[in-house]
């Protein structure tokens, strides 16, 4: 996700309502609020990671 970490509440509570898998938060976002909300609903919280990053990692 591609938003202000100010704005990562409101994106972690829709995360929760549509039953999504994993909340992804791209390089220098985070939220401590935002990852209570996900991980109390058994959803994935990943933080501060690039996502082109991640996968050069293991497919380069």
Do not use: G, H
């Not at 995360?15 to 999504?20: D, E, Q, R």
């Amino acid at each position: 996700m591609f938003r202000p970490s100010n704005e990562v509440v409101t994106i972690a509570e829709e995360t929760v309502k549509i039953n999504a898998k994993v909340l992804w938060l791209q390089l220098d976002i985070s939220n401590e609020e935002a990852k209570k909300i996900v991980e109390t609903n058994d959803i994935i919280y990943i933080d501060n990671k690039c996502t082109k990053i991640e996968y050069e990692k293991y497919f380069n």
